[in-house]
């Protein structure tokens, strides 16, 4: 079973997306027993006609029992400004949730899209006792898809053409896109643009989810899209690459920090953190993102 905490928009359509491709059964947890029985009710309707899975919703934790994957989508309240001004209610909230997961459904793997994800993947991680490779925070692979965008749309590529578009680091400010690696049908992205472009692109990447709040309320899709890949992945023991947070000990140097960095995933959760080349502005980049989430985690 598949197990949503939080039934909002990103919430609603990770569910969608698991119903509508008959992943496994699906539970809607929300504080609001309505909202979460409403939400499954329309989701409902998105049930192929081969399916075997169902969806409800609840607000009872105790009907997370069996849950293989748990999704953590909820939300105290909304960010405006900074993925990180609500920290401290967000961090109570996942607190509280992760011993509810713990006494209900310890051997589920856990997928954190909350924000401020690194510091909630933290916390979660640290509150729960799981295992570090089994608390996985979704949101560098989102960012990873904004760079490959980007570079699409600077080079007027398909993004098929593009390879090993990552961004490590922080889900915000400090986020750091890997131009090094980078290739554009083989040829290295690094001889197509110069120092200016990069600047740009990378302000672009920090800067989208308020670019987009411009035309709309809020990102849903993307994030949900990414979600969707790692718990087919899971689901269906597949192997899947890309750049997730993970609490790190002594990866790239860092240790006591949950940060995105490139995994490998399988049915398992994490099963690798990858070693990536990174050059010397990227690494220098990559400590100072890991200092702001060390200075966030120990501001609380």
């Known amino acids: 079973m598949i197990s949503i905490i939080g039934s ?29 029985i409403g939400e499954s009710l329309d989701v409902a309707n998105a049930i192929p006609p081969n399916s075997k899975f169902t969806i409800r919703g609840t607000d009872d934790y105790a009907e997370l029992s069996g849950s293989d994957i748990v999704v953590i989508a909820a939300s105290t309240v909304s960010y405006t400004k900074s993925r990180t001004e609500n920290k401290k209610p967000q961090i109570e909230m996942v607190k509280e949730i992760a011993k509810k997961i713990k006494k209900h459904c310890p051997s589920a793997i856990i997928l954190m899209i909350s924000n401020p994800a690194d510091v909630l993947t933290y916390f979660f991680q640290k509150e729960s006792g799981f295992s ?6 979704i949101a560098s692979s989102l960012d990873s898809s904004r760079f490959r965008y980007f570079i699409s749309e600077k080079l007027s590529v398909p993004q098929s053409s593009i390879t090993n578009a990552m961004v490590l680091g922080e889900h915000g400010d400090t986020m750091v896109p890997i131009f090094s690696n980078v290739n554009v049908d ?3 992205l690094i001889s197509m643009i110069n120092d200016v472009e990069k600047k740009y692109i990378t302000y672009d990447i920090r800067n989208y989810w308020k670019t987009l709040r411009n035309y709309k309320s809020r990102s849903q899709f993307g994030i949900a899209k990414n979600t969707y890949d790692v718990i087919n992945t899971i689901i269906n023991a597949k192997e899947l690459h890309i750049s997730a947070s993970v609490v790190l000990e002594g990866e790239y140097g860092e240790n006591d920090v949950a940060m ?25 980049s990559f400590q100072k993102s890991a200092q702001t989430i060390r200075n966030n985690i120990e501001s609380l």
């Open 186 to 188: 083989g040829t290295p």
């Open 260 to 284: 995105g960095v490139p995994v490998k995933i399988n049915q398992n959760g994490i099963s690798e953190i990858q070693n990536v080349d990174l050059d010397r502005f990227e690494q220098e």
């Open 8 to 36: 909002g928009r990103v919430g609603t359509t990770i569910g969608f997306l698991c119903v509508s491709n008959a992943l496994d059964d699906v539970l809607f947890v929300n504080r609001s027993k309505d909202k979460a």
């Open 132 to 137: 570090r490779f089994k608390v996985i925070g």
